[in-house]
Nanobody, 115 residues
Framework: VQLQASGGGLVQPGGSLRLSCAASGVIFRINGMGWYRQAPGKQRELVAS???????TYAESVKGRFTISRDSANNTIFLEMNSLKPEDTAVYFC??????????WGQGTLVTVSS
C-alpha cells in the first residue's frame, strides 16, 4: 500500500488549503484513514480521522476549521483547512489503517502558515 499526499504549501494566516491523500496498491480493507501533523520539535499528533463507518474525529485545536472527507471509490481522503493559523504550520502525514489493523503512512506534505 502506498499513500501519496499533496496540497501543502505556503499560506497567509486566515487562508485555506486542501490536502489530498490517495492510497494505491493491494488494499483488502480500510478500517480508517486520517491526517496527522508534526511541527518542528514536537511529537506527531492526530489532526482528523475517519473510520469505516464514516465517524470522524478531530483534534480540539482544529474543530470548526478543518474538515476531513473521503472518496471511498478512489481510496482518497481530503483535509479542508480554513482559517489557518501560524500554529498549524507542520508536516502533515496521512495514515491508512488496513486489514489486521496494519498502519501505512504517506511521505508528508509541508504546510506553512506565515505572513
Amino acid at each position: 500500500v502506498q499513500l501519496q499526499a499533496s496540497g501543502g504549501g505556503l499560506v497567509q494566516p486566515g487562508g485555506s488549503l486542501r490536502l489530498s491523500c490517495a492510497a494505491s496498491g493491494v488494499i483488502f480493507r480500510i478500517n480508517g484513514m486520517g491526517w496527522y501533523r508534526q511541527a518542528p520539535g514536537k511529537q506527531r499528533e492526530l489532526v482528523a480521522s475517519t473510520n469505516s463507518l464514516g465517524t470522524t474525529t478531530y483534534a480540539e485545536s482544529v474543530k470548526g476549521r478543518f474538515t476531513i472527507s473521503r472518496d471511498s471509490a478512489n481510496n482518497t481522503i481530503f483535509l479542508e483547512m480554513n482559517s489557518l493559523k501560524p500554529e498549524d504550520t507542520a508536516v502533515y502525514f496521512c495514515r491508512l489503517t488496513g486489514k489486521n489493523w496494519i498502519d501505512y503512512w504517506g511521505q508528508g506534505t509541508l504546510v506553512t502558515v506565515s505572513s
